[in-house]
Every structure is written in structure tokens, then in C-alpha cells.
């Protein structure tokens, strides 16, 4: 039913029953409910549920300054990656998160773009003079290189042969190629001197062991240095006095080549035939392991003598061989020319 055509009596209705209503609230006072909890007026978080008292909401405005922002509450309009911070725009150091702008990567640092780089310039020109230096010394050698190629097209071109060391082949020492060289009518010939070579080397060798042998037996120190000047000496020389020349004549035919060998062969037969007899007023007699040497020392140790008898035998043998070879490259030469 409407209000504005309620009827007096009505009003008087109403009206009893609200001075009942508030006679019976004053008569009968309702129970203060207790709060949960006692808030505390610093703290900085509220329930969301329970309302705080009157006397704590009026300290709200002293504590909301002290409370964290609500990251879910709409109407913040905080933007963590703006300039200005959060809420107030210039007031925004209350916002929680802070962000710097961000920095350039670069070697000048400092957000400035376009700093120089300091870049220490001697190291620079030190690597620049060794990479020179390197060029330099690359082209040197590759021109040593041409010139020597030059050179030896040159000789080839010339006629001259070429003398590469080839022997022995586990460590080649001299130039030594029979079979490609010498005439094939001369090639036996050479291989006989050759031997003869092989030969004497073994015979020095074999002296100087003998030596040794006698010296550690007793015997006197001068014959071991004689020894050893025989091989060192006796070696090299036999090769280049008399094999060497041999071979260049065989190879060019040249008579004066031819010569020399013959004079230097000679000496070399003369050298076998006196280290075979070993003289005791000759090279100071045990120092070479001739016939008489080895009867001595016999006498007074028969291990030393057996080292000389062989040493004998070989300077035997290597004198009949060399006499032999002289006389067969004679003939070839009365022969040849």
C-alpha cells in the first residue's frame, strides 16, 4: 500500500510501535560485542575481513604512509618503466620497485654513444713491425730460393753435373752413384777401388780397436792417441787423395785426374806395407797392428796379440788388393787412350 494514502490510524500504529521498540532497547541494552583481535596502530597490514576500531581509524592517515602498494588494486597507476616513478609523478620514491634507464653497451661507457676508444698504439705498431719483418724475411727466402734454382739450371744447362750426397743412405756424407756415372766398361773397375776404399777404412778402424785393447791392458797411452789420428786422418784423406780423384777420372776422362790418383794410390800402398810390418822405429811400432807388433805383444798377453794378428792380416790383404787395383786402372788407362 502506498504511504501518502495511509490513514491516521495507521500513523498512530506506527508510531506506538517504535516508542515500544525503543523502550524495550533502553530497558534491555544489547551485549559490545568483542573484537577478535587488538590492531595495532603502527602495523602496517589490516585484515581485509574485520573492520579496526575508531581509535585505530584515526590513526589510519599516520600508518597508510608505512603500508606497501596493492600490486592487484585497479586504480594504481604505477608504471615501474616510466621517468616519473609511480603515483605524483616527481613523488614517485614511495613506489616499491625503482628502475634505472637503461645504459649503452658500448666501450665509452657513461651513456655517452660516441666516446672515444683509447686503444694503446704501440701494440698496434709492434704487431704491424713484426708482420713486416715476417714479409720481409718470407721474400728473402723465397729469393734465395730462385737464385739457388737459377744456379743450378744454370750448371745442368752447362754440362756440370750435379753432386748430391747419397751415401751411405742412412746418413749420406758423400756423392757416390757408380751405376748412373761411370761407363758401363768402367764400372767393375770402380767397384774394385771402391772396395779397396771400404777396405783401408776398415783396417784403420779395426787398428784403432786393437789399441784400445792394448792400452787397457797395460800398454801406453801415446799409442792410443796415434790411433786415433790414424782414423781420424787416414779416413777423409784416402778419400779425397786418391777414391775421389779415381772416380772424377773414370767419370770425365781426364788424364790428369788420372795422374793424381796414381801418385796418391802409390803412397797409400806404401802406408799399407808399413802398417802390415809395423817397424818397432816407425810410428813408435805397436801403434799400428803389423806382423812384428802383434809377434810382441803375443808374447805378453795373448788377447792383445790375436787383436794384432787380425789387424796384420787385414793390412795384408787390403796392401794385395790395392796393388792389384793399381795395376788394373793402368791398364785401362794404357788401354783407353
Not at 734454382?149 to 753432386?163: H, I, T
Not at 796418391?264 to 807388433?293: D, E, N, W
Request: with cysteine; charged share 15%; net charge neutral.
Amino acid at each position: 500500500m502506498d504511504g501518502s494514502r495511509m490513514s491516521p490510524g495507521n500513523h498512530s500504529a506506527v508510531g506506538s510501535v517504535h516508542r515500544a521498540r525503543h523502550a524495550h532497547s533502553t530497558a534491555h541494552p544489547p551485549a559490545t560485542a568483542l573484537p577478535l583481535f587488538t590492531p595495532n596502530p603502527t602495523a602496517d597490514h589490516f585484515h581485509p575481513t574485520l573492520s579496526p576500531p575508531e581509535s585505530s581509524q584515526a590513526k589510519l592517515p599516520a600508518a597508510r604512509m608505512y603500508r606497501d602498494p596493492n600490486p592487484f588494486d585497479e586504480g594504481a597507476d604505477d608504471n615501474a618503466f616510466s621517468n616519473g616513478g609511480g603515483r605524483g609523478g616527481a613523488g614517485g620514491s614511495n613506489s616499491q620497485f625503482q628502475f634505472r634507464p637503461a645504459e649503452p653497451v658500448g666501450f665509452g661507457g657513461g651513456g655517452n654513444r660516441d666516446a672515444a676508444v683509447d686503444i694503446p698504439l704501440d701494440n698496434v705498431n709492434g704487431s704491424n713491425g713484426k708482420d713486416s719483418e715476417l714479409s720481409q724475411w718470407q721474400a728473402d727466402l723465397k729469393r734465395r730460393e730462385a737464385d739457388i734454382k737459377r744456379r743450378e739450371e744454370a750448371l745442368k744447362s752447362a754440362g756440370v753435373p750435379m753432386e748430391d750426397k747419397n751415401w751411405p743412405p742412412f746418413f749420406p756424407v758423400i756423392h757416390h752413384d757408380i751405376a748412373n756415372e761411370i761407363p758401363a766398361n768402367a764400372q767393375r773397375l770402380q767397384y774394385l777401388a771402391f772396395a779397396s776404399w771400404l777396405g783401408i777404412v776398415l783396417c784403420l778402424v779395426w787398428n784403432f780397436i786393437a789399441v784400445i785393447v792394448c792400452w787397457i791392458r797395460g800398454g801406453d797411452s801415446k799409442l792410443f792417441f796415434l790411433a786415433t789420428i790414424y782414423g781420424m786422418l787416414g779416413i777423409p784423406l784416402s778419400y779425397l787423395m786418391w777414391y775421389r780423384p779415381l772416380y772424377r777420372a773414370m767419370r770425365t776422362d781426364s788424364a790428369l785426374s788420372f795422374g793424381w790418383f796414381f801418385l796418391c794410390y802409390m803412397l797409400h800402398i806404401g802406408f799399407c806395407i808399413i802398417a802390415a810390418i809395423a817397424p818397432p822405429i816407425v810410428f813408435r811400432g805397436k801403434s799400428l797392428t803389423g806382423i812384428l807388433a802383434a809377434i810382441d805383444t803375443f808374447s805378453d798377453n795373448a788377447l792383445v796379440g790375436i787383436f794384432y794378428f787380425v789387424g796384420f792380416a787385414l793390412f795384408s790383404l787390403e796392401t794385395v788388393v790395392s796393388i792389384w787395383v793399381l795395376q788394373r786402372v793402368y791398364m785401362y788407362f794404357r788401354g783407353h787412350k
